[in-house]
């Protein structure tokens, strides 16, 4: 149980994707201009990220991996098929993304409708790949570790695309210099931030 | 017929290659591929290899779906796409193993993020798709080099303010500042430092160019 809680605490505030490893930054500018757009595409991600990080274990252990073939047989003991994981893994993610498209569509068309092109994207989002290959090269031992990893990366960066959409509505009321105006404001508040969450960087779990 | 007669670098092509240089910057003005740039600018030889690599992929990837632009249905085009970059991303990974281990292992995931680097996607969406190889393969090549000079420009700042060095080479301390009293900023290293690098570059291309403002 320790380890599943440090697990998750560790991939929430010490290796946030968007502050530690500036995955999903397209999205996280692009998306964040209001607390309510922000904090749908906040979700969609943790759900897909809690989706596909554990499907692409399963395939990574029992497919792809050195010797992972071995349930088929003996003669599949050597086959190495981990050059793929990166196709595999973008596969899996697509089709995901697809259905979660799919379902939101149904369920919240209002919610579909101000994602709009960025749902889609999420496909592209590098944190979801991002969190497929930290999971392949941490080598997580069970699924269930994959999974808390996969829930805590996609809260992280939930906090964080909140956090800066929150930031960006209170910011249109000041005065920025002219050429910072937009962009430039928003990437440096995102480095006081990534300051900021470096503080727990100290906490030993 | 007169398309054909059009010069391999008429003024329109050299265009496609200088506009992404500082007008329409793919990671300043676009805001894509972002993620990529921030993470691996802390040394200059890392972003070189990350530049080069990303920009061999996005050149190829741009004619070969601009080959492919009248056979994808629509529907289903990210998936294609994706299959090409990803494809394309397991040669250059396996190359880069091959021949630069060491950076290969510093580089570790974000090999495999070129493939969701949003300036790939980006500019198969909205150029290759709807034009021809040749002007693909060149708007890719301006692409790859705007993206370049951000990273390279970032990794220098970077890398010289927080470790002193340049590709490794301790320039600092041959100039003998550190006998005067300086000390590196090891902030510089740190992940916050390139988003207020990049920031303050952005910051510096829009005061020079009014245009770009936001309002």
């Known amino acids: 149980m320790q380890d599943l809680a440090n697990i998750f605490i560790k991939s929430i505030f010490i290796d946030n994707m968007v502050f530690a490893y500036f ?40 497919v792809l991996k050195e010797g992972a073939l071995v349930w088929l047989g003996e003669g599949y003991a050597n086959v190495d098929l981990s050059f793929l994981s990166f196709i595999m893994f973008i596969a899996v993610i697509a089709s995901m ?17 101000s994602l709009g092109i960025f749902l889609p994207l999420i496909a592209v989002n590098c944190a ?37 959409a929150a930031i960006r509505e209170k910011i249109r009321y000041s005065q920025v210099p002219a050429p ?6 928003t990437f440096i508040i995102t480095g006081l931030m990534g300051i900021a969450f470096m503080s727990f960087m100290g906490i030993k779990l | 017929m007169s398309e054909t007669k059009e010069a391999l670098f008429s003024k ?14 793919p990671v300043t003005i676009q805001v894509l591929g972002i993620c990529s740039a921030l993470a691996i600018t802390v040394q200059l030889k890392a972003a070189f290899v990350m530049a ?9 990837a741009n004619v070969i779906v601009s080959l492919m ?47 969701t680097n949003c300036i790939i996607m ?50 600092l301390e041959k100039l003998g500042l550190y006998d005067l009293g300086y000390e590196n900023n090891g902030m510089m290293i740190l992940p916050p430092m390139a988003l207020v690098t990049v920031g303050v570059i952005i910051w510096i291309q829009r005061w020079k160019n009014r245009d770009l403002i936001e309002s």
């Open chain 2, 69 to 115: 632009r009248n056979f994808i249905p629509s529907r289903i085009r990210i998936i294609v796409q994706l299959v090409v970059i990803a494809a394309l991303v397991i040669l250059v990974d396996q190359v880069l193993k091959a021949f630069v281990y060491d950076v290969s292992k510093q580089l570790s995931v974000f090999v495999g993020l070129i493939i």
């Open chain 2, 122 to 171: 980006g500019r198969l969406e909205a150029f290759a798709l709807a034009n021809k190889p040749w002007k693909s393969f060149l708007d890719g090549l301006g692409n790859a080099f705007g993206y370049g000079w951000i990273l390279i420009a970032v990794a220098f700042f970077r890398e010289l303010l927080g470790a002193g060095t340049l590709f490794g080479y301790p320039v």
């Open chain 2, 12 to 25: 329109k092509n050299r265009k496609l290659i200088s506009d992404p240089l500082s007008d329409n910057n």
């Open chain 1, 128 to 164: 979801i790949l991002g969190g497929s290959l930290f999971m392949q090269e941490r080598n997580y031992a069970n699924i269930t570790e994959a999974t808390v990893f996969g829930l805590g990366s996609g809260i992280g960066w939930f906090l964080a695309i909140v956090g800066i």
């Open chain 1, 23 to 62: 995955l999903g930054m397209c999205s996280y500018l692009a998306v964040s201009k209001t607390v309510k757009t922000s904090v749908g595409m906040g979700a969609a991600v943790i759900f897909v990220l809690c989706v596909t990080v554990p499907t692409n274990y399963l395939l990574e252990n029992y």
């Open chain 2, 52 to 60: 080069i690599s990303a920009g061999v992929v996005m050149c190829v």
């Open chain 1, 97 to 113: 993304v697809q259905l979660v498209e799919m379902i939101i569509e149904k369920f919240s068309p209002a919610l579909y409708g």
């Open chain 1, 180 to 185: 910072l105006r937009g962009l430039g404001i």
